[in-house]
């Protein structure tokens, strides 16, 4: 089967075949080092590079290319006209080299999806020639089957040049989801979508900015295909003046420290990266590990589950093999995975698992060896859906989760909530334009072997933030008012270690509106281990004036809601870990008096008799647990 080509081979797809289509099986990374018969690294083309080369620059070097990379996530983020970027920081920005390699990105924003910006430059580069660009270029792509992710995520990415003209050396790019770029759902949540054209425009590699002057016909198809342009081309524009921020700091330490020069350092950066990975791979002991996790469904065919599988073998050589045969074939609706997304699912994963603070760049690339196959929820054929891809990545995390806490018990997470999204639209009477708004609100984190799961937490989305809804600026900017935003009680999985709580939010019409939602978890509860129970399930559902309630399916669009209705939203929480009789009665209680816990389920669940002041009775606990662990 194919591979992929030799670093010095490229540009061009880091997985491609000799025809540049997509490659079922990636050996990432792409080589950016020999080996010799001693185990020593050496950069291609030049000497052997010490591990560090000056300390101190070095390590000035990395930050400087770190700062760079977060000052454009802020300016992307604070130049946004949408709420949604606004508040929750989805965006991402990277610096890469020329050669296709990611060389570090912003650990402030979604850095899940770096690596989708790698794929995206890969793809870049097959399409539009290195020798052709110039100076003031700025590319944008969003093409899931060409290195993307879905519709709504515009990656751009602009060439950096040295100050003699030559290059371009690096290039600079930032993504965020973009508020609306057509297809049959407003708000770029396309949950009923079966296929890529119902999602929204598809933007193959094009130039936005040719030598730094605007592609007007492009800027102008952006906007036509936009019900709501005006947001739409602000979210462009804000991407475009991150790239540029970083495009300014990469050509300052250019000039600082010489083409050559700043190249040595990254290129030793990436060697001590890939150090690390496999240093902490090799602790991990040597075999075969299995791990999956369960969909509730697509959204076209509800009572129908979809699995992601994954087989893990480490060799004790620092390498880590995953293999997803097994996973289902690709699904009807909008669950599938773009290959790039399925990637930056697993690197994270992995490198979450091992060691977080490890760099994010080419070097947590090497060591992996990796089988998507194809036609799969993980690698699917076009023109599949891919809208809703974070459900079956957040399910290829969890099972590599699965399979890796078998070989570490002592590090073992139990399973989490999922992100619940949602767009609502509408018009005010009188307005000149409708209103649309995206939002999403976080499940809790599975408990893990030391503590307890966080609460409402974008661990595989945001890279451990929260992003509870902010009711301020969205009451203050949309026909809206916000009734409750707080903590599910009992939602967290009860073990040993509690499930983090997932969240109940109550958003009340003040006008008609129209509602596209997308979640999971509601039917298949985040599950517990050893012996831990599991999470709470989530639900959406709408109140109306008169009491009456509807309940909404996993993934629905086009629901209606009237002026006066509640939309109400609930998140599912983490799995627990351990036996919940096992918890120290002394937490349950504390549980209690914060509201975390009922005193029911605290009786129920991990046998602890809370009394009406809120101590805890001791020899009724006692009796209770001994009955319950004879009844388990």
């Known amino acids: 089967m194919p591979t992929c080509a030799p670093a010095d081979r490229r540009p061009r797809c880091p997985h491609a075949r000799s025809d540049d289509s ?8 792409v080589r950016i080092a020999r080996v010799d018969a001693d185990g020593l690294h050496h950069a291609p083309g030049r000497e052997t590079l010490p591990l560090v080369l000056d300390t101190v620059t070095a390590e000035v070097v990395r930050n400087a290319l770190s ?6 996530g802020v300016v992307v983020v604070k130049a946004s006209h949408s709420t949604f970027i606004q508040e929750s920081a989805d965006a991402s920005t990277a610096v890469l080299d020329a050669r296709g390699r990611l060389i570090t990105s912003s650990t402030a924003t979604t850095l899940m999806h770096s690596a989708s910006l790698r794929e995206s430059l890969a793809a870049l580069l097959i399409d539009i020639p290195l020798a052709t660009m110039q100076p003031g270029d700025v590319f944008a792509q969003n093409d899931p089957f060409k290195g993307g992710i ?11 040049f040295a100050a003699d003209g030559s290059g371009p050396h690096y290039f600079a790019g930032t993504i965020i989801h973009v508020a609306d770029i057509g297809g049959g759902y407003a708000g770029g949540v396309a949950a009923t979508a079966q296929d890529m054209f119902a999602e929204g425009l598809i933007l193959p590699p094009t130039r936005l900015y040719r030598a730094g002057e605007p592609e007007t016909v492009v800027w102008t198809i952006l906007a036509n295909n ?5 947001k739409v081309l602000g ?14 700091r990469i050509e300052e330490l250019m000039e600082r420290y010489g083409v050559e020069g700043l190249a040595a350092y990254i290129d030793d950066y990436l060697l001590y990266t890939e150090t690390r990975m496999r240093e902490e ?14 969909i509730d469904s697509d959204g076209i065919e509800p009572d129908k589950t979809y699995d992601v599988v994954v087989e893990i073998t480490l ?11 097994g996973t289902s074939a690709q699904a009807k609706g909008a669950i599938n995975a773009s290959l790039s997304q399925a990637l930056s699912g697993v690197l994270f994963a992995v490198r979450c698992f091992i060691d977080h603070t490890i760099p994010m760049n080419e070097g947590c690339f090497t060591p992996l060896v990796i089988n998507f196959p194809r036609g799969t929820l993980v690698n699917p054929n076009p023109p599949a859906a891919c809208g809703g891809r974070i459900v079956t990545v957040t399910a290829a995390m969890e099972a590599i989760v699965d399979a890796l806490s078998s070989a570490r018990p002592d590090q073992a997470l139990a399973s989490s909530g999922i992100v619940h999204l949602y767009a609502l639209s509408g018009r005010v009477h009188g307005a000149p334009s409708p209103w649309l708004v995206m939002a999403m609100d976080f499940g809790g984190l599975g408990a893990r072997s030391m503590c307890d799961g966080p609460d409402a937490t974008g661990a595989f989305v945001l890279g451990g933030r929260g992003a509870v809804l902010q009711v301020e600026p969205f009451e203050a900017q949309y026909p809206v008012m916000i009734e409750h935003v707080r903590a599910r009680i009992d939602s967290g999985g009860p073990g040993e270690h ?40 989530g639900y959406w559902r709408s109140q109306h004036p008169d009491g009456t309630t509807d309940e909404f399916a996993h993934r629905q669009s086009h629901i209606r809601l009237a002026d006066g209705d509640v939309f109400m939203i609930g998140t599912s929480g983490g799995g627990g870990l351990g036996s919940p009789l096992d918890r120290d009665p002394t937490a349950v209680a504390r549980d209690v008096v914060e509201g975390r816990v009922s005193a029911t389920n605290a009786r129920d669940s991990y046998g602890v008799i809370i009394d009406g002041t809120g101590a805890i009775d001791l020899d009724a606990t006692v009796a209770r647990r001994e009955q319950m662990r004879h009844g388990r």
């Open 226 to 230: 936009s019900r709501t342009p005006d």
């Open 67 to 72: 700062v760079a990379a977060q000052e454009a």
């Open 315 to 325: 060799p004790g050589d620092g390498s880590i093999h995953l293999d997803f045969t």
């Open 281 to 294: 791979l090799r602790l991990l002991p040597a075999g075969t590990y299995r791990g999956g996790f369960v």
């Open 498 to 537: 509690r499930g983090g709580l997932g969240i109940d939010t109550a958003i009340r019409m003040l006008s008609d509106a129209e509602l596209v939602v997308r979640g999971d978890r509601m039917r298949l509860a985040p599950t517990g281990r050893k012996g831990g129970d599991p999470g709470g399930r």
């Open 235 to 248: 979210d462009i524009r804000a991407l475009v003046s991150g790239v540029n921020v970083m495009a300014r």
């Open 150 to 160: 879905h519709a709504n995520d515009i990656a751009v990415l602009r060439p950096v």
């Open 22 to 29: 997509w490659s079922a099986i990636l050996a990432y990374g």
